[in-house]
């Protein structure tokens, strides 16, 4: 127990243990902000945007596109566009892309240099998304990849996969699953899961089939 | 020199020292234009504070997997599809 002066025991929060990289973020923080660069408000807020964004938006935008083809245009045409049009925060990149899985083509995103993702759509990517086996894997062998996770495609369908290199940021458009023709856009949002969004997943199975 | 879409391109086989977005595994491949995106600050300057100009207009380029990966397992239809920055871009012959 360290010394305590707020009435309760308990064992450090920050010891000498901290991460390095932890380290490295808290002394180059402290450095910014005492050259004037940053402000610790900005960083706050940064971090707030950052964990208040979840794949609901991805799916609100799913689901519309879904329930209404002249949408599903727009959105292809112009994802950040569209977004903006259902008020939602299509975040810092100037391009957003849309594309959509059919019966024929099923796409698969990927950042092989880092872990660009469309945070502001999805929220923060999972942990698998950043890590080398995905990203190494998922362009050089797509196929093994989706059946890890549980999507087996007859050679009948063309796997694209997207390595999202630079500005641009990437949402699938996974197809609707079949048994939904009476669901309203809120039903349907909550099939539209953050990994069918990736294309490493289909949607949640209808309970209507 | 700029792309349009359906332009057939093969990315410059190139060492570059320091931060790029060109992934080495895609480097002298051959490929095709299927958007032009818009146009970026260069990432290779502004990652060491620099302005990043001129802009570089960023495509996306589509490649057959058979042709980048030799022993890709998959059909020969399938495809990868990579952002690159048209520095990186030469017309393929």
């Known amino acids: 127990m360290s010394e305590h002066q707020h009435g309760h025991p308990h064992t ?8 390095a990289a932890a380290r490295r973020a808290r002394v180059l923080e402290e450095l910014l902000e005492a050259k004037g660069v940053i402000r610790r408000e900005d960083v706050r807020q940064g971090i707030d945007w950052l964990v208040s964004r979840t794949p609901a938006d991805g799916a609100r935008l799913v689901a519309r596109a879904w329930a ?13 566009s569209a977004a903006l049009e259902l008020g939602l925060d299509p975040g810092p990149s100037p391009v957003v892309v849309a594309v959509e899985n059919t019966a024929t083509v099923h796409h698969v995103v990927v950042c092989t240099l880092c872990s660009c993702y469309p945070r502001a759509l999805l929220g923060p990517p999972p942990d698998w998304y950043k890590s080398l086996p995905y990203r190494s ?3 050089s062998d797509p196929r093994g990849v989706l059946s890890e996770f549980g999507v087996e495609l007859d050679d009948d369908i063309e796997v694209h996969v997207l390595d999202s290199t630079a500005d641009v940021r990437y949402l699938v458009i996974p197809t609707r699953p079949i048994g ?17 969004m990736i294309g490493v997943a289909q949607p949640a199975a209808s309970t209507l089939v | 020199m700029t792309f349009c879409n359906g332009q057939r391109v093969v990315v410059a086989d190139r060492a570059h020292r ?7 595994y895609i480097k002298g491949k051959i490929g095709t234009v299927e958007r032009v995106h818009a146009s970026f600050r260069n990432p ?21 997997q058979q042709d980048v990966w030799p022993e890709y397992r998959g059909p020969a239809r399938d495809r990868l599809f ?12």
């Open chain 1, 68 to 80: 209404d083809p002249e949408f599903k245009a727009r959105l292809l045409a112009d994802a950040r």
């Open chain 1, 180 to 196: 939904t023709e009476a669901m309203g856009e809120a039903e349907l949002a909550a099939l539209v899961t953050r990994d069918s």
């Open chain 2, 18 to 24: 320091g931060h790029h977005r060109t992934p080495g």
């Open chain 1, 137 to 139: 894997r998922a362009v």
């Open chain 2, 44 to 64: 290779e300057s502004r990652a060491y504070g620099n302005d990043g100009l001129p802009e570089q207009a960023l495509y996306l380029v589509s490649f057959a």
């Open chain 1, 12 to 19: 450090p929060i920050m010891d000498g243990d901290e991460p």
């Open chain 2, 82 to 93: 990579v952002d690159l920055f048209e520095h990186w871009l030469e017309e393929a012959r």
